[in-house]
Every structure is written in structure tokens, then in C-alpha cells.
């Protein structure tokens, strides 16, 4: 048998609802802060299938025994099938058992029986134990998630544990015995946890494969096995008496009359999730007190385990298990199971159990008090107070599984809902905002339409207006690349420039060196690192003069430039004109200043003339 995972989730299907993570009873289902998909902590599962059996979009799957089973029978092997006697209240369906044992047989096995006889077996084992009493009370071991739920959380009361092996392994030890070691077993029945349990055995107590009744009808669809095909076929003995009653909670106490009277009985017998883990913590806690041995079922018996199929009714299961039994009782040889359980005697049907503590350390009590504060229920710290549709019985317990990583805050409905509402009226305010910012962008959106349109109109009207100036207008970029330039730039250049920009159209894009000699472009490379503008500069280019002006558009990004040709008549005549200012402006300057150091003199030498004379009359009246 494989060793892979009982159980597993498909996120490619899982809504994300969580309630797989609620309804597990020992948290073995934490949630991915980082992706929030929920996952398996394989070495907490206790196999029960809550999670199985709650998720609505069936994204959890048990480990398949279908293959398996196949390859068994087509080995060429012996293999038996053992039946787990809660398939009467399974498959109603099916009008006579015998069919049923017919149809399991046309599967390929060599050999069909019950579990009923090793429920038998175990229930006078216990019958034995419980009687014996030497003052300590035990826990049955029937279940396997029960079994496991101890082990990995309840550790302490494995010496409670009653030492014998389930119905399922003593009925798999007395086929081995029957029919020799070398034969496969493969059980049916209603339980998927049963699977793990079975990897534990070896030797006479192996069990090769474990279908549920749900896998079951897949073989038997897949086969194309009908009843109405098929003739009556009896079980291979031996064949099981009261046994038949296992499914039903307290149906092993019934197979020997183990006394469950409330007034005379010492034996309490409680069935169901809730009812479990109650059942548990009380036997560890007040055993003293009750004083009593516990028969302990995780579902409602057998009858509605999760390896049955969804939606069945437990009490029409309760009443058809019933009718079997009472309809096997009347065709049964009394003396001959009296026989086969004498002969059997001697089959050692002990067991040991191995301790697994899952136990997580308890967080701080800062801790804890954190987790309440931020779900906002820190009036509950000192109560067992909560609605439990977190999955833990009140908000103490819920703080302690997220400060130990099991949990979520999202797994709150009120804190998810207030959440909720404030997410609502945030998301309200905010498409209120929303609604304002758009009407403010749409205004600005047309205000910038407008604007964009008469920028494109205003610059429409610049390029007419440079086009028809004269001078030659050019705008380089940073690359010394060519953005505008007007006509009268392309005619100055002449014939080379003509050409390119019928090419180019306006020669935009063209390198700038391509057009200018050296000494000419360097000019616009200068403006542009330095951005200091250079105005007036004559330049010699070809056999003319042209006046060049370039200064900075933008810092060291854009650069513009006026140049005009000193040879055409009307710049040639504005050029004298503006020349002679300047030299008629510049020699007036010089007049005055000329005026101005006369005068300065002249003054001067008044001064000392005037001085002499007053020295010369003094002088004389002396």
C-alpha cells in the first residue's frame, strides 16, 4: 500500500470558503498567509474526513485505493474481500445481500466474507477485558480517528487505550488463517481513516488495500456489474452472528451482551464530532468522577462515515443494518459459529499504541491579548464566550490557533463583516471621491482639448510667420538634430539643403553637422553646453557673410538660432543703417568724454591761475 497523503486539497478548485479549516476538530488545516489557499498538516490529521465531507466544491480528495485494487486482482493472486457489515445500510439499493456478495465476486474476488466475525472475536475480547475490571477504565478502540486523536493529542491516555486490534484486522487475521498467509486482503467499508490504520499491520493482521463504499460503486460502474444480471451468492464462511450490528454506535456491546444499563452498566457509549472530543476531555479530566469505561464513535457509528456516500439518511442506514442482522440471525448455524469462534480462540487480537504528541506550545498571554485586540473582541479574554463559526469553541481559543499559525482573522465572521462594512463605506467615499475626480478630469480634459487645440492654431500661425520672415530661423535639440527650420534658412544654405529638404520636408530630423562647416555649427554646440547666447556673430560661409544670433531655448535641451544673410539688399541696408547708429553712437561717446576731460582740465587751470593772482596782490599791498 502507498504512503502518500490521506488527504488532499486542489487549489485549482477550492473557493477559499474555509470551511474545511472550521470543521476540523484537531486544526490540521492551517491557511497560506502567502496565497491564502488552505493546506494539510499531514502529521496532525487524525483521518476523520470532516474536511471531506464539508467542502462544498470538492476540492479535497482521499487517496484512491482503485488502482491499487485492480493491480491485486490482476495479479493472478488469491484475493479476499472483507466487508465491513455497514454496506446493508449502504447499499439499499440492492434488494438482497446475496446479490451484493455476488457482485463483489464478479469483481475478481476469489473469496467474499464479513467483518461481522471479527467483530465477534473483539467484542468478547472486550466483554473479557471490561469484566476483568483491576480499577482502570479503558477507551475502545474501534475507530481509528479515535485512535489517532489520542495518540497525537491525548497522549497521556494511551494506557487507557483498550489493547485490541479493530474489527477490520481480526477479521483480515482470520482470512489469513483460513486461507494462508499469502493471500491479499482488501476491506470495504465506510471508513477512510481506516487506510492509515491498515499500513500499521503486518503479517497475519496485513491488509493490502481498503476501498470505501464510495470507490466501490466506482468499480462496480466501471465493471458494468448489475444486480439484475447476477444470481444470489452466499459470504465465504466463517460467517458472523450479532456482529452484524457493529455499524450502530453500541452495536459491539449488543454482539455479547456487554451490560449497558444505565443503573447497572458501567460503560458510556457517545457517537459524533463534538460529542467525541467531549468524551476525550472528560475522560482525561474526570474519569475519577464518571467512573466508567467509554465506547467512543468520531461519526454517528459506522453508519454515516465518509467513505459512505453523501446525502444518505442515518436512520433508514440504522433500520436496514437492523434488518440485515435480524435476517442473518435467522439463516445462521448456531453451533457452527459457536465452533468457528472456539477455533479461533487462540488468535492473539492485542495491540500497542505509539504516542505522537501534536500538541503546539500555548502562545504568551501578550500574545494572545495582541490577536484579541486586533480582532477587537478583547472583552472575551477571561471568557468562553464566542459563536464558534470560527471552528473553536469560543475567541480565546480562535486568538491562541492564529498566534500558533492554524488560523486566519478572516476565519471571524464578525470581525470579517465589521471589516466588511468598513470596507463598504470606504469603497462608497472613495466612489464618491471617484465620482468628483473624474467630473474634474473631464473638465480638465476639455479645458486641455481647448487648449491644445489653440496651441496647435497659435503654432500653426508662428510657422506661417516664420516662413515668411526673411531671416533663416532654425531649432536644434540636445543631439544637434534639426526640430524646425523655416525657408529662408533652407535658401541661405542653398542648393545641398534644397535637396535634403525635399527629402526631409523643413529638414527635420537632419544632423545639423551634415548642413554646416565647423566653425558654423560649433557656435550651436557651444550655446548648448554653456548656455550662454552668442549674438550678432558674423560668420563667413561660402563666399557671403551671414549673421549668426544663437542662444538657449531650454537648458542644454533646445537651441535657436536667427541667421541672416548680409548680402541681401534689405538686410545689407538695415545693416548700414544699424552699423552707422553704432559708429555715429560710439563717437558721440567719445566727443563727450573728450568734452568732459576739457572741461575737467579747463577748470583746473582757472583754478591755479586764479590762486597765483591772489598770491601776487597780497604781496604788493605788503
Known amino acids: 500500500m502507498t504512503d502518500s497523503p490521506l488527504f488532499e486539497i486542489h487549489h485549482e ?63 493472478g493472486k488469491k484475493v479476499a474481500a472483507i466487508c465491513d457489515p455497514a454496506i446493508s445500510g449502504e447499499f439499499h439499493d440492492i434488494t438482497d445481500y446475496r446479490k451484493f456478495v455476488q457482485m463483489i465476486r464478479n469483481l475478481g474476488f476469489a473469496y467474499v466474507t464479513e467483518v461481522s466475525f471479527g467483530v465477534d472475536l473483539v467484542a468478547r475480547g472486550y466483554k473479557e477485558l471490561l469484566e476483568d475490571f483491576k480499577g482502570k477504565y479503558h477507551i475502545m478502540a474501534n475507530c481509528p480517528a479515535v485512535v ?11 494506557s487507557n487505550l483498550a489493547p485490541l486490534v479493530s474489527p477490520m484486522v481480526a477479521a483480515a487475521k482470520v482470512i489469513h488463517q483460513c486461507y494462508g498467509q499469502d493471500i491479499k486482503i482488501v476491506a470495504i467499508g465506510p471508513c477512510i481513516a481506516a487506510k492509515d490504520e491498515a499500513l500499521r499491520f503486518e503479517g497475519d493482521g496485513k491488509i493490502d488495500s481498503v476501498l470505501t463504499f464510495v470507490e466501490l460503486r466506482q468499480l462496480f460502474n466501471e465493471f458494468n456489474i448489475r444486480e439484475s444480471h447476477l444470481e444470489f451468492s452466499e459470504f465465504d464462511a466463517p460467517l458472523g452472528n450479532r456482529g452484524s450490528l457493529y455499524p450502530i ?55 454515516m462515515g465518509p467513505g459512505t456516500s453523501q446525502g444518505g439518511e442515518k436512520f433508514l442506514r440504522h433500520t436496514l443494518v437492523t434488518e440485515y442482522a435480524n435476517k442473518r440471525l435467522k439463516t445462521l448455524d448456531p453451533d457452527a459459529w459457536k465452533r468457528d469462534i472456539d477455533g479461533f480462540s487462540g488468535l492473539d487480537l492485542n495491540r500497542i499504541y ?26 472575551q479574554k477571561n471568557n468562553e464566550i464566542g459563536c464558534e463559526s470560527c471552528g473553536y469553541s469560543n475567541c480565546r481559543d480562535f486568538a491562541i490557533a492564529i498566534a500558533q499559525g492554524l488560523a486566519t482573522t478572516d476565519m471571524c465572521h464578525i470581525f470579517s463583516g465589521r471589516n466588511r ?32 487645440e489653440s496651441q496647435q492654431e497659435t503654432s500653426g500661425l508662428i510657422s506661417s510667420m516664420l516662413q515668411q520672415l526673411v531671416s533663416g530661423v532654425i531649432i536644434v535639440d540636445e543631439n544637434l538634430r534639426i526640430l524646425h527650420a523655416n525657408k529662408a534658412f533652407i535658401r541661405i544654405l542653398g542648393e545641398e539643403a534644397a535637396m535634403v529638404d525635399e527629402v526631409i520636408p523643413g529638414l527635420e530630423g537632419a544632423d545639423l553637422k551634415s548642413l ?7 557656435i550651436f554646440s557651444f550655446v548648448l553646453s554653456s548656455d550662454e547666447s552668442v549674438e550678432r556673430k558674423d560668420v563667413q560661409y561660402g563666399s557671403g557673410i551671414l549673421n549668426v544670433s544663437v542662444f538657449p531655448l531650454r537648458s542644454k535641451k533646445f537651441v535657436g538660432g536667427i541667421i541672416r544673410d548680409m548680402y541681401m539688399p534689405e538686410v545689407y541696408k538695415e545693416q548700414i543703417i544699424t552699423r552707422m547708429k553704432e559708429v555715429i553712437d560710439q563717437n558721440f561717446d567719445m566727443v563727450q568724454k573728450i568734452a568732459f576731460l576739457l572741461g575737467e582740465g579747463a577748470a583746473k587751470t582757472e583754478q591755479m591761475l586764479n590762486a597765483i593772482i591772489e598770491s601776487h596782490q597780497s604781496q604788493n599791498k605788503k
Open 13 to 75: 478548485t477550492c473557493i477559499k470558503c474555509y470551511s474545511c479549516v472550521r470543521i476540523c476538530p484537531v486544526k490540521a488545516i492551517k491557511v497560506d498567509v502567502n496565497t491564502e489557499f488552505p493546506s494539510i498538516i499531514r502529521e496532525r490529521c487524525i483521518g476523520c474526513g470532516s474536511c471531506y465531507m464539508a467542502c462544498s466544491p470538492a476540492a479535497i480528495t482521499y487517496r484512491s485505493s482503485i488502482s491499487e485494487t485492480r493491480e491485486l486482482i490482476a495479479s
Open 148 to 158: 489517532f486523536f489520542i495518540e497525537k493529542y491525548y497522549p497521556e491516555l494511551i
Open 249 to 303: 454506535s453500541n452495536g459491539i456491546l449488543q454482539a455479547v451482551d456487554i451490560n449497558e444499563h444505565l443503573l447497572s452498566g458501567n460503560i458510556i457509549t457517545t457517537e459524533g464530532r463534538n460529542n467525541m472530543l467531549n468524551a476525550v476531555k472528560e475522560f482525561d479530566t474526570r474519569i475519577d468522577l464518571i467512573r466508567r469505561h467509554f465506547n467512543i464513535f468520531y461519526d454517528d457509528g459506522c453508519l
Open 354 to 379: 505509539s504516542a505522537d504528541d501534536q500538541r503546539l506550545p500555548l502562545p504568551s498571554e501578550e500574545k494572545i491579548d495582541e490577536v484579541l485586540r486586533m480582532i477587537n473582541r478583547q472583552d
Open 421 to 452: 462594512q468598513e470596507y463598504i463605506r470606504t469603497l462608497r467615499t472613495t466612489n464618491e471621491k471617484l465620482a468628483k475626480t473624474q467630473e474634474a478630469l473631464r473638465i480638465s480634459e476639455e479645458k486641455a482639448k481647448h487648449e491644445k
Open 516 to 522: 554646416l562647416p565647423i566653425h558654423f555649427y560649433k
